[in-house]
């Protein structure tokens, strides 16, 4: 009987701290726990108040499931308090620091882990150093990955292959080589790790030698939804995987309320809001749990939101600066003008995109994002600002067709940020009416990524792909 639980198994979670890592790790060991494994998260005190509520839930419905909270090391790295997660950081200064927190936190971590030493630790990408120490523990180390088949096979390639060094002219198109599928992009698309020799490629590189000896890599994606880069990924570039995903199908409507921040609207609502609008005809606007545009591109998009003359929900992180400029990046009377609702701060994510008045989604193509999104059956409008997401916009608008790019050219620096606008409102208008005013195109569009949430809910059911990814791996652990 698969449903049965296995015997003793132990793992520990070590999510690297920044949301959009944490956020998947944690579903993905609340997952665990439902089918009987013990679990236990090791995270920092401020980070772990986040989840405490879904974990304590779980405890009380008797799943074998704590938090094991360290004290995060402020003082030593010269961090304000209560500043534990990458999505805080406001500069380069605060962004290395953090990273040098994480490093202290190797030894704590060590400790406890000898203390009590679990089947198998599950841990993320950026602590590579678990891989040797699983092996002094005798354990096997399997790599948490929030990001695509596609990305990583296009990361991999990209690698291996540096196709950039001979390309002179900026906009020059290229293909990524030795993808199942022609992906064209342009050499400013591509992140600067992964065209030149700097820092970032060491630290990537060291991150990959420790995946290709770790005892395997867990998605969150589904088999599905990137077949020929999960076959690619495990038979071209040989890495053993077990996807698990979509993992926010594994949410209470209680966790959604809460995943990964308090939402700053009342959830009832939003929902009711929704509720008063027609299918498939709200934008939902995001750009991820770390973004923030600077005042003239949130301009751009409002008159593009306005002029296109659709619904939308936006949802927008930057407090402080639009705080200090009374909302001076929206046209005057915007708001009496458009109907919409701008969310200033955490939205519930999933419980919008699941509502059926949403109609699409243009998003920043982080990767739970666009899960989350093909998951609910929304389609996209890709706008990627950098890391993988230039990738995934690839995964999006060529291979899977579920979305419509909104032109974005260039890989931005993350906290180097110019003050510019990248994208134009022309450009925003244009794709927001190509994906919402209904035309074939679109209908083709919404319907294969409709399809695609049809096929995510049964992956997670009993005998589907996902499903039985989870228990074969399991079943590995216990042997
Ligand atoms: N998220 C959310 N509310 C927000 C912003 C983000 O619930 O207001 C969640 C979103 O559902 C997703 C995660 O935060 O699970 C963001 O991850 P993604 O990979 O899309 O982007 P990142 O933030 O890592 O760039």
Same mark, same amino acid.
């Given at each position: 009987?698969?449903?049965?639980?296995?015997?003793?198994?132990? $793992?520990?979670?070590?999510?690297?701290?920044?949301?959009?890592?944490?956020?998947?790790?944690?579903?993905?060991?609340? $997952?665990?726990?439902?089918?009987?494994?013990?679990?236990?998260?090791?995270?920092?005190?401020?980070?772990?108040?986040?989840?405490?509520?879904?974990?304590?839930?779980?405890?009380?419905?008797?799943?074998?499931?704590?938090?094991?909270?360290?004290?995060?090391?402020?003082?030593?790295?010269?961090?304000?308090?209560?500043?534990?997660?990458?999505?805080?950081?406001?500069?380069?200064?605060?962004?290395?620091?953090?990273?040098?927190?994480?490093?202290?936190?190797?030894?704590?971590?060590?400790?406890?882990?000898?203390?009590?030493?679990?089947?198998? #630790?599950?841990?993320?990408?950026?602590?590579?150093?678990?891989?040797?120490?699983?092996?002094?523990?005798?354990?096997?180390?399997?790599?948490?990955? /929030?990001?695509?088949?596609?990305?990583?096979?296009?990361?991999?390639?990209?690698?291996?292959?540096?196709?950039?060094?001979?390309?002179?002219?900026?906009?020059? $198109?290229?293909?990524?080589? +030795?993808?199942?599928?022609?992906?064209?992009?342009?050499?400013?698309?591509?992140?600067?790790?992964?065209?030149?020799?700097?820092?970032?490629?060491?630290?990537?590189?060291?991150?990959?030698?420790?995946?290709?000896?770790?005892?395997?890599?867990?998605?969150?994606?589904?088999?599905? $939804?990137?077949?020929?880069?999960?076959?690619?990924?495990?038979?071209? #570039?040989?890495?053993?995987?077990?996807?698990?995903?979509? *993992?926010?199908?594994?949410?209470?409507?209680?966790?959604?309320?809460?995943? +990964?921040?308090?939402?700053? *609207?009342?959830?009832?609502?939003?929902?009711?809001?929704?509720?008063?609008?027609?299918?498939?005809?709200?934008?939902?606007?995001?750009?991820?749990?770390?973004?923030?545009?600077?005042?003239?591109?949130?301009?751009?998009?409002?008159?593009?939101?306005?002029?296109?003359?659709?619904?939308?929900?936006?949802?927008?992180?930057?407090?402080?600066? #639009?705080?200090?400029?009374?909302?001076?990046?929206?046209?005057? %009377?915007?708001?009496?003008?458009?109907?919409?609702?701008?969310?200033?701060?955490?939205?519930?994510? *999933?419980?919008?995109?699941?509502?059926?008045?949403? /109609?699409?989604?243009?998003?920043?193509?982080?990767?739970?994002?666009?899960?989350?999104?093909?998951?609910? %059956?929304?389609?996209?409008?890709?706008?990627?600002?950098?890391?993988?997401?230039?990738?995934?916009?690839?995964?999006?608008?060529?291979?899977?067709?579920?979305?419509?790019?909104?032109?974005?050219?260039?890989?931005?620096?993350?906290?180097?940020?110019?003050?510019?606008?990248?994208?134009?409102?022309?450009? #925003?208008?244009?794709?927001?009416?190509?994906?919402?005013?209904?035309?074939?195109?679109?209908?083709?569009?919404?319907?294969?990524?409709?399809?695609?949430?049809?096929?995510?809910?049964?992956?997670?059911? *009993?005998?589907?792909?996902?499903?039985?990814?989870?228990?074969?791996?399991?079943?590995?652990?216990?042997?």
């Amino acid at each position: 009987d698969t449903e049965s639980p296995p015997p003793k198994l132990e $793992l520990v979670f070590i999510p690297f701290l920044a949301s959009g890592h944490m956020i998947p790790m944690v579903d993905m060991a609340r $997952l665990f726990a439902s089918h009987g494994v013990a679990v236990t998260i090791i995270t920092t005190t401020h980070n772990s108040l986040i989840f405490k509520n879904a974990i304590d839930r779980d405890i009380k419905s008797g799943k074998p499931i704590k938090l094991h909270v360290l004290p995060f090391p402020f003082a030593e790295v010269g961090l304000p308090e209560g500043l534990e997660k990458m999505n805080s950081v406001t500069s380069q200064g605060q962004k290395q620091k953090l990273y040098q927190a994480t490093m202290l936190l190797k030894k704590p971590i060590q400790q406890m882990l000898l203390d009590h030493i679990p089947d198998c #630790i599950v841990s993320d990408m950026f602590y590579p150093w678990t891989v040797d120490f699983a092996a002094e523990l005798g354990i096997p180390r399997i790599v948490f990955q /929030g990001s695509s088949y596609f990305a990583l096979c296009a990361q991999y390639s990209m690698r291996h292959y540096a196709p950039c060094e001979n390309v002179t002219s900026d906009m020059e $198109l290229f293909v990524v080589p +030795g993808l199942p599928d022609r992906v064209e992009l342009t050499r400013l698309q591509v992140p600067d790790h992964d065209r030149t020799k700097n820092e970032l490629t060491a630290i990537l590189d060291v991150i990959r030698e420790a995946e290709l000896r770790s005892f395997g890599v867990l998605m969150n994606s589904f088999y599905e $939804l990137e077949p020929s880069y999960v076959n690619h990924f495990r038979n071209v #570039i040989g890495i053993k995987t077990w996807n698990i995903g979509p *993992v926010s199908l594994c949410l209470s409507t209680n966790d959604k309320y809460e995943r +990964g921040h308090n939402s700053v *609207v009342d959830p009832h609502e939003c929902l009711s809001w929704l509720d008063s609008m027609k299918p498939n005809s709200v934008l939902y606007v995001s750009f991820g749990s770390q973004h923030k545009f600077p005042p003239p591109q949130l301009y751009e998009i409002a008159t593009a939101l306005e002029a296109s003359n659709h619904p939308f929900i936006w949802v927008i992180h930057n407090e402080e600066t #639009i705080d200090g400029g009374d909302e001076a990046w929206l046209p005057n %009377g915007f708001k009496s003008r458009v109907n919409g609702m701008i969310i200033r701060g955490w939205a519930p994510q *999933v419980l919008i995109l699941e509502h059926v008045a949403i /109609g699409g989604f243009m998003t920043h193509c982080g990767w739970n994002s666009i899960l989350e999104s093909v998951t609910a %059956g929304v389609p996209l409008i890709a706008w990627p600002l950098y890391a993988e997401q230039f990738y995934n916009e690839k995964l999006v608008t060529q291979v899977a067709k579920i979305g419509v790019g909104v032109g974005a050219e260039k890989w931005l620096n993350l906290l180097e940020d110019d003050g510019k606008v990248v994208v134009k409102k022309k450009k #925003i208008e244009k794709a927001v009416i190509r994906l919402m005013d209904g035309g074939d195109e679109a209908k083709e569009i919404r319907e294969r990524t409709k399809e695609l949430g049809r096929k995510a809910m049964k992956v997670v059911e *009993v005998g589907g792909s996902s499903y039985n990814d989870l228990i074969s791996l399991i079943g590995e652990l216990v042997l």
